[in-house]
């Protein structure tokens, strides 16, 4: 079993940044693909950043250029830098996570285990 604790969520102006972070308990390893998520009120969840288990990414065209997925194994953390925010950027964040062997779930919502999320603002 997997735990994901999403944080570093928060309001800011537009043109600013956040960074978020997904701290992951329990049993995990670098064979682990892992996954940002958002969703806004009203609307589907859609893949916005996701990273393979030997560090190819793969972004969303919305958020090109100005996120940037990294994965630190040695503290079981997933971050998020988003910079250049944008008021279409305003939605609640999850991480995924995904160890299924020889299938990468990429920006799709296929991912075994969910964080709670984290809520992120963007005001103009």
């Known amino acids: 079993q997997l735990t994901l604790v999403e944080s570093g969520g928060g309001s800011v102006q537009a043109g600013g940044s956040l960074r978020l972070s997904c701290a992951a308990s329990?049993?995990?390893?670098?064979?682990?693909?892992m996954g940002w998520f958002r969703q806004a009120p009203g609307k589907e969840r859609e893949g916005v950043a996701a990273?393979?288990?030997?560090?190819?990414?793969r972004y969303a065209d919305s958020v090109k250029g100005r996120f940037t997925i990294s994965k630190d194994n040695a503290k079981n953390t997933l971050y998020l830098q988003m910079n250049s925010l944008k008021p279409e950027d305003t939605a609640m964040y999850y991480c995924?996570?995904?160890?299924?062997?020889?299938?990468?779930?990429?920006?799709?919502?296929?991912?075994?285990?969910w964080g709670q999320g984290t809520q992120v603002t963007v005001s103009s």
């Open positions: 995924a996570a995904d160890r299924t062997t020889g299938i990468w779930c990429g920006l799709r919502t296929t991912y075994a285990y």
């Open positions: 329990g049993y995990f390893d670098s064979q682990y693909s």
């Open positions: 990273i393979d288990s030997d560090g190819s990414t």
